[in-house]
């Protein structure tokens, strides 16, 4: 099973709508196997967002991640990145499709409520970014028979 990082950026945590994507998250199949709500600092967005420093718009980001408290959550599950990336919608609100956390949750292209690993390589490097490993915890629920094929979590 893969693991993906997520953060329900300040403008989920703002509006509330903390508890509905965990609840899609879950009601999809994808197990949370660690989850804290933390404040993020320039430094470790710098980190974060490499990609991005030097773009003229990279102080906004700053400005509106550092605004609130996140919540990061590290998501196992067969093809989570993929699925979760699927769930979450491109970038711009007003271009996800709906039934998209982005479609359903938002009109913008950087007020977009959540950030979801782009790769697998990605989402390891972001998980261990946010996460020591007694953080992320092995699990699977009771009910994961019913989300996935008795041959699908061997992979």
Known sequence: MEIT?????????ERCLIGEIIS???????????????????KILREHYAHLVDK???PSIVKSMTASPVVVMAI??????????EM????????AAPGTLRGDFCM???ANIVHASDTVENAKTEVDRFFR???IFDWLPAD????????????
């Not at 999809?28 to 933390?38: C, Q, R, W």
């Not at 196992?76 to 990336?85: D, L, N, P, Q, S």
């Not at 979450?88 to 271009?95: I, L, S």
């Not at 994961?144 to 992979?155: A, M, Q, R, S, T």
């Open 5 to 13: 990082l997520a953060i329900l950026k300040p403008s989920a945590v």
């Open 24 to 42: 899609r998250i879950q009601r999809k199949g994808l197990v949370i196997s660690g989850m804290k709500m933390m404040q993020l600092d320039e």
């Open 56 to 58: 003229p718009f990279f």
């Open 76 to 85: 196992r599950g067969v093809e989570a990145v993929r699925v979760f990336r």
């Open 88 to 95: 979450t919608g491109v970038t711009n609100g007003r271009n």
């Open 108 to 110: 913008s292209g950087q």
């Open 133 to 135: 490993p007694d953080e």
């Open 144 to 155: 994961v028979d019913y989300y996935y094929g008795p041959d699908e979590l061997d992979n």
